[in-house]
């Protein structure tokens, strides 16, 4: 099966900073690149995705960039606020049988005032 | 859009009991529908994914006896937690995929049901 890794796992920043977060998969398959934000209590919410044909995505202050060649995809945060603090997820798939998401480890981001 | 709904969003049984929590998917269509559940501090674990009109597949090292899954309708999935012990006490959340978004591969979740099982 997939292995899916984040870094970091705890991740602080100031408000107004910038965040990256990285996502190593191992399935060269996998070709949809969602990333999820998980507030305290609540379920998952998609905030960005990309596909295998896209090399970057851009969402007003969030990004995706991925390579697939290092199997590795990135979510960056700018202008980060303190409602952006939750645990992200990153969580590849390769579409057709199944759609199975496979979900990283998950990165704690606080942003500080 | 693309908005899925859990009930009841939490529940505390007794050991021994079952307890049922539903997934609706409120405006699109969903085939398939999938069930995580969720410990403390830890990742999203598939356990299920369940397709409508057909029998659920399971993860292995799921017990698909305890975990009962019904999907009766295009909006609705169900699972069942049967005779409920404290360790199946967890973060049970919901997705289901949208037939018509994009590739099809987008899944939106449900805010998640917490049990306590007692």
């Known amino acids: 099966g997939e292995n899916v890794e984040q870094h970091p796992s705890t991740l602080s920043v100031q408000e107004g900073d910038s965040a990256v977060i990285k996502c190593t998969y191992s399935?060269?398959?996998?070709?949809?690149f969602p990333w999820y934000k998980q507030e305290l209590g609540k379920g998952p919410q998609l905030i960005i995705d990309?596909?295998?044909?896209?090399g970057e995505k851009k969402d007003q202050r969030i990004a995706v960039t991925l390579n697939k060649t290092a199997k590795h995809f990135s979510l960056h945060i700018t202008e980060t606020q303190p409602e952006d603090s939750a645990v992200y997820f990153c969580?590849?798939?390769?579409?057709?049988?199944?759609?199975?998401?496979?979900f990283g480890t998950g990165t704690q981001l606080k942003v500080e005032l | 859009g693309a908005v899925v709904s859990q009930h009841p969003s939490w529940v505390i049984c007794k050991s021994g009991t079952s307890v049922k929590i539903e997934c609706r998917s409120l405006?699109?269509?969903?085939?398939?529908m999938f069930w995580y559940r969720q410990f403390p501090k830890q990742s999203l674990m598939l356990m299920a994914t369940?397709?409508?009109?057909?029998?659920?597949?399971?993860e292995q090292g799921v017990e698909k006896d305890k975990f009962l899954i019904n999907h009766a309708s295009l909006t609705l999935s169900t699972l069942t937690v049967t005779s409920a012990h404290p360790e199946d006490s967890s973060f049970y959340i919901c997705?289901?995929?949208?037939?018509?978004?994009?590739?099809?591969?987008?899944?939106?979740f449900g805010p998640g049901t917490r049990l306590l099982v007692l």
């Open positions: 997705s289901a995929r949208d037939l018509a978004g994009g590739w099809g591969e987008t899944q939106y």
């Open positions: 399935d060269s398959a996998s070709n949809y």
């Open positions: 990309i596909r295998s044909n896209v």
């Open positions: 969580a590849p798939q390769v579409t057709g049988g199944g759609n199975k998401l496979t």
């Open positions: 405006d699109f269509q969903a085939t398939t």
């Open positions: 369940s397709n409508e009109g057909s029998k659920a597949t399971y």
